[in-house]
């Protein structure tokens, strides 16, 4: 089964509000998540690394005021995008390290099943 | 230069190719070497990993990295029309750090 939950699976809203996006670690505590973004027919860009008590990191280009996240627990991380615009219409994907398989320098990276956002 | 190339194809093969698909990358740093499936309108999803060089074999799957080149490869032997997806390529350094994407490669294998 499933060891990353993300919710809702599509959302569409109307452009010029807010819709939140969460991803859950099952049966593991993630200090670390991932969140990307993935527009049709390319490659998974990351947009921020989210971390446990602590301020996201964003990548260069990505907005911190309008993609807010949270990683408030050790399983739930949020990606609440602001005042959406048509153009952020888009499949937001995250991803979590687990340390429980230690498959990669005792990390595994899980990714949740995708939110498909439409915004109209 | 990208981190991580990737040719997006698509790649139509017939049912029982062998299929190749590969990537090139950047940075030395990368330790690791993840292979991702993604089916349409879904997450990605682990399909093999190798540490380092070498070759790393997993039923029908073939993994493949030559650090030497910065190349990576992934074969599949005897395809099925389930094989269908688009394949990432994902080389990583390890730990907590970021994973950096190639485009991905669509493959449509018909029956």
Not at chain 1, 21 to 32: G, H, K, N, P, Y
Not at chain 2, 63 to 82: C, E, N, T, W
Not at chain 2, 102 to 109: A, F, P, R
């Amino acid at each position: 089964g499933a060891v990353v939950s993300q919710h809702p699976s599509r959302v569409i809203c109307k452009s010029g509000t807010s819709v939140k996006i969460e991803c859950r670690s099952l049966d593991f505590q993630a200090t670390t998540m991932f969140w990307y973004r993935q527009f049709p027919k390319q490659s998974l860009m990351l947009m921020a690394t989210s971390n446990e008590g602590s301020k996201a990191t964003y990548e260069q280009g990505v907005e911190k005021d309008k993609f807010l996240i949270n990683h408030a627990s050790l399983t739930l991380s949020t990606l609440t995008v602001t005042s959406a615009h048509p153009e952020d219409s888009s499949f937001y994907i995250c991803s979590a390290t687990s340390p429980m398989d230690s498959l990669f320098g005792g990390n595994t990276i899980y990714f949740g099943e995708g939110s498909w956002l439409t915004v109209v | 230069q990208k981190e991580v190339e990737q040719d997006p194809g698509p790649l139509s093969v017939p049912e029982g190719a062998i299929v190749s698909l590969n990537c090139t990358y950047s940075n030395s740093a990368f330790q690791y070497f993840m292979w991702y499936r993604q089916y349409s309108r879904k997450g990605p999803e682990l399909l093999m990993y190798t540490y380092s060089s070498g070759n790393k074999e997993d039923g029908r799957f073939t993994a493949q990295v030559d650090k030497s080149s910065k190349y990576i490869s992934l074969f599949i032997r005897d395809s099925q029309p389930s094989d269908s997806a688009t394949y990432l390529c994902a080389p990583f350094s390890g730990g907590y750090q970021k994973v950096t994407f190639g485009t991905g490669t669509k493959l449509q294998v018909i029956p």
